[in-house]
């Protein structure tokens, strides 16, 4: 395929930004009408249509990259701004939490008692299963980069224990964190304290989720070959994504769970 | 009892070493062809038919997504009077 005079990728037209959009649509259209009507049809639709979307498009840039070469370093190193730029999104994602929990927190209205934790709320033990948490969470960096310095190494059958080690450990942290939520003594309906716990640390779990899904795909990749030692791209955007769900977590436990116990 | 022993160990050996023979191909060269090959088909239906069905199929649920949607937001938009 010597057609082009540079070494940058000028794509295939493809039809997943049209059906990602339509996903979009169904499922923030589907949202308001599970709200009103309590059908979830139109949610689910555009969810089933979301994951078609993800699959196909993400196989697709696989197949431009390992088995069409077009992965050039001018290539790849838009791809590596790209996921920088990605990761930076959601840190301010992540602030605006901080920001709430801080807002509410630092300045404790009457209603609360004037006090954090509020009256009447029964914190978590922070050296109970939080600290476990960021035990697991910390091997695991540990882990992940075990199997980046694998893979650099041309060590496969290590590649895969280690990268299959930090997959355990991500499953392991969503395990413990679902009977946390489980057994909590509060609710996410209990004043500010609640929505302010379940939703910085429910988000924070969807991005475990999402980042040991990226880890299970490049152990994928890694067992069929895709990876090479000095090409393996997406397993370090996935390992900068494990990292970032890290960080997140040790934010959140010293201040919601250390700091705001 | 002990010759009984070492033979079973021997045998537990050997299982479990035939199992970790049994790897992954690699099959990437091959895939490197199929998806080189000079056949004008852009790369999201270049894999075979599976992909033109994968295709269809989503884009079936594409077209009844946009038009399920509309008549979903058009009820909704004329509240029912109830008796």
């Known amino acids: 395929m010597a057609h082009q005079a540079h070494a940058y990728h000028m794509v295939d037209p493809s039809p997943w930004p049209l059906t990602g959009a339509v996903a979009a649509l169904l499922m923030t259209s589907g949202l308001a009408i599970w709200m009103h009507f309590h059908t979830t049809t139109l949610m689910s639709l555009g969810l089933v249509l979301l994951l078609l979307t993800m699959y196909q498009w993400w196989r697709d840039i696989i197949r431009e990259g390992t088995f ?3 992965h050039t370093p001018p290539v ?3 791809l590596r701004y790209g996921m920088i730029l990605f990761i930076t999104s959601e840190v301010f994602f992540f602030l605006g ?4 929990f801080y807002h509410s927190s630092l300045a404790p209205t009457p209603e609360l008692g004037g006090c954090w934790p509020p009256t009447g709320i029964t914190t978590l033990n922070p050296f109970e299963v939080p600290l476990l948490n960021t035990a697991v969470l910390l091997a695991s960096g540990v882990t992940v980069t075990w199997a980046h310095h694998s893979i650099m190494e041309g060590q496969r059958k290590q590649a895969i224990q280690s990268l299959t080690l930090t997959i355990l450990l991500g499953f392991y942290f969503t395990a413990l964190q679902a009977m946390e939520y489980y057994e909590a003594p509060f ?3 209990d004043g500010v304290y609640g929505s302010t716990f379940f939703v910085a640390t429910g988000f924070h779990g969807l991005h475990v989720i999402i980042g040991s899904t990226f880890l299970a795909i490049c152990l994928l990749r890694q067992a069929q070959y895709h990876f090479t030692s000095d090409h393996h791209f997406g397993f370090e955007a996935a390992a900068w994504y494990w990292h970032f769900v890290d960080v997140v977590w040790l934010f959140l436990y010293i201040s919601i769970y250390w700091w705001g116990s | 009892v002990y010759q009984n022993v070492v033979a079973v160990q021997q045998m537990a050996r050997r299982s479990i070493c035939s199992s970790a023979r049994r790897q992954v191909e690699n099959k990437v060269p091959q895939k490197q062809k199929v998806f080189q ?5 852009p790369v999201h239906l270049k894999g075979g038919s599976s992909d033109a ?3 269809r199929a989503t ?11 509309l008549y979903e937001l058009v009820k909704a938009s004329f509240p029912q009077k109830k008796d």
Do not use: C, P, R, S
Request: net charge negative; glycine share 16%; proline share 0%.
């Open chain 2, 37 to 41: 090959e000079d056949n004008g088909m």
């Open chain 2, 59 to 69: 884009m079936a649920l594409t077209v009844l997504g946009v038009g399920f949607t």
């Open chain 1, 97 to 100: 939490f901080f920001w709430a």
């Open chain 1, 68 to 70: 069409q070469g077009h």
């Open chain 1, 76 to 78: 790849q190193k838009g």
């Open chain 2, 53 to 55: 069905l994968l295709y």
């Open chain 1, 187 to 189: 609710t996410i309906a």
